[in-house]
């Protein structure tokens, strides 16, 4: 998961900039290099000045790094970025009253902080998550007790009964042949930002052939793209717990799926082959 702590300093530099312990901590954190939330701020205050009624222009150089780094499925070159799409942003006209610019500048930094989350996450290979399967065993009976770590199925108890939020949705499956015979369920936390799924019966994969990714669907985001739940193996048909990682922030789940992907997982998956899924009620 992304580290919170690297976006708070990108946010504070594109504000008002870094002192030496902050840059430090964030040359340390891997996000030096990351401009994404310097182009929004600098969206945002081009736009304020086009409202107040100011006369320059975005610079084409800067228009096309900032539509360079939008993610785009679709379109022309000149659509993408270039110089034709630097004149384009550098071209908007401005809102018609100056004493609107409030709501207007905001939803456009939102849009543009979005836009630096999302390309972020685009651009960042799926997760691979580790998978466990819950061994039981006792000690010889006359070696002492040695500390066990904690499983993924240890975790995953934990969070149903310490974390208020946590929900348990039960896995409904499709018609897939690797499905015929699952059962288990999924659980969630927005609040902790942590999940599992467990499966049962669910068929192994071959991981130089297939490997499941998870997909998590939120209500707040569009449903062309959901949110990268990792990619994980399922070597038996015993029980099977595996972490939830998400690459990214989510609030209200409203679907979860499996789906059978090339080795490495996909940003995109064409859902060619759902395996399970798990709806979340509203209530």
Do not use: C
């Amino acid at each position: 998961m992304r580290n919170p702590r690297l976006d708070d300093l990108l946010v504070e530099r594109a504000l008002q900039g870094l002192d030496d312990g902050q840059t430090a901590e964030l040359r340390a954190l891997g996000g030096e290099e990351d401009d994404s939330f310097d182009l929004a701020a600098a969206a945002v205050e081009l736009a304020y000045a086009r409202a107040k009624g100011g006369e320059e222009a975005l610079p084409a150089a800067l228009a096309a790094k900032i539509l360079a780094s939008a993610p785009v499925a679709t379109g022309t070159a000149a659509e993408r970025g270039g110089p034709q799409g630097a004149r384009r942003v550098a071209s908007l006209p401005p809102p018609r009253r100056a004493a609107g610019w409030v709501p207007w500048a905001a939803a456009a930094a939102f849009a543009a902080l979005a836009m630096g989350a999302w390309g972020w996450a685009i651009r960042t290979p799926p997760a691979v998550v580790r998978v466990e399967i819950p061994v039981s065993s006792l000690p010889p009976p006359s070696a002492a007790p040695t500390p066990q770590p904690k499983t993924a199925s240890d975790r995953r108890l934990e969070l149903l009964a310490e974390v208020k939020d946590a929900r348990r949705v039960e896995w409904a499956r499709t018609k897939d042949p690797a499905a015929r015979a699952a059962t288990g369920d999924v659980v969630w936390s927005p609040s902790a930002q942590q999940g599992y799924m467990r499966f049962v019966g669910l068929h192994p994969n071959d991981s130089t052939k297939t490997q499941y990714q998870l997909w998590i669907f939120d209500k707040d985001r569009d449903g062309k793209y959901p949110v990268d739940g990792g990619v994980f193996d399922v070597p038996s048909t015993g029980e099977v717990v595996v972490p939830v990682i998400a690459k990214l922030h989510v609030d209200a789940p409203t679907l979860f799926a499996v789906t059978v992907e090339r080795p490495g997982g996909v940003v995109v998956s064409k859902r060619e082959r759902i395996v399970l899924t798990a709806a979340v009620s509203s209530g």
